[in-house]
């Protein structure tokens, strides 16, 4: 892991600076982790993102800050010897371990996907701070629309997560809960609190369960057929959600939720939007980077969409 305690004062000691392989598309990843982002929990502005955290008993804060060639992070609430599991979690979250020109190899093969690096070489791939808390967002987000599921995100901090004080908060603008545990979750009337589909409550029950009998459920590594199949055993979890569980929170490059709108939407050439059978045929020719195609498409659509 590459990072660099600041030097100097108290307060210092809390800073690091991890490098960023270049390209490296900030802005875009600041504006996917906007709109993802859960009210209370995270707050995204222009170049920064901060949220709250709970680890080891410790509660604090952190704050990423976009430089030149580096991400800035700032944390608070930890003693000085607790900063490295935080710290991969930020690498992983933000995608510094990744290798760009692998990926842009590896998309270069479909005249397609290598127009879209092109035009956006230093997209990274949005991960995730918790795997649980991102799973969650996922069920939230099933049949509706990110705006939606973001407000979702919002009233169940409100209602399930743990306040914070000012002075844990850093008096950070837009943070004050931690987001809520498989142990407040787990039993808690989720849908009616909500006002949404019982089955969607459930499914977070439900994954809120797996996680407190399995403890490492969000663990990286493994195989992604493996990974997929783990994930879709647990109730109210299709194909979709485990794939972009897969990509976001257990960094399985090749993960591809291949039914998604957005991505049809993508391949839209005037002549309609392939079928889900179609789409996963074209997407052969991504492989192992399947994921990181996604992404493009994603960002393709979205620029398109746009007024």
């Not at 930890?78 to 933000?94: P, Y």
Request: charged share 20%.
């Amino acid at each position: 892991m590459t990072c660099t305690p600041s030097p100097a004062t108290r307060e210092d000691r809390a800073r690091f600076t991890l490098a960023c392989p270049q390209p490296y598309d900030w802005l875009h990843l600041e504006r996917f982790l906007a709109d993802h982002a859960s009210p209370g929990v995270e707050a995204v502005t222009p170049g920064r993102y901060a949220r709250t955290f709970a680890l080891d008993g410790h509660r604090g804060t952190l704050a990423v800050t976009n430089e030149a060639d580096a991400l800035s992070v700032r944390i608070r609430g930890l003693g000085s010897d607790d900063h490295e599991n935080i710290l991969t979690r930020v690498r992983a979250m933000f995608d510094l371990d990744a290798d760009p020109r692998a990926v842009a190899a590896g998309l270069g093969r479909d005249p397609f996907t290598a127009a879209l690096v092109g035009r956006r070489p230093g997209l990274r791939m949005p991960g995730a701070f918790d795997g649980f808390e991102l799973a969650v967002r996922a069920i939230l987000g099933q049949q509706v629309s990110v705006a939606a599921a973001t407000r979702l995100a919002g009233r169940l901090v409100a209602g399930f997560g743990t306040p914070l004080d000012g002075e844990t908060c850093g008096n950070e603008p837009g943070l004050t809960h931690l987001f809520p545990t498989p142990e407040q979750l787990v039993d808690a009337e989720i849908s009616l609190v909500l006002n949404m589909p019982r089955a969607r409550g459930r499914a977070i029950q439900g994954l809120a369960a797996a996680m407190l009998a399995t403890p490492d459920l969000f663990a990286p590594g493994g195989e992604l057929d493996a990974t997929v199949a783990r994930l879709k055993a647990l109730p109210g979890i299709g194909d979709w959600t485990a794939h972009y569980v897969a990509m976001r929170a257990l960094a399985q490059a090749d993960a591809f939720p291949a039914g998604d709108v957005g991505l049809m939407r993508a391949l839209d050439a005037g002549d309609g939007r392939p079928s889900r059978l179609a789409l996963l045929d074209r997407a052969a020719a991504w492989r192992p980077w399947r994921a990181y195609a996604a992404i493009h498409l994603w960002a393709e659509d979205a620029a398109r969409r746009m007024p």
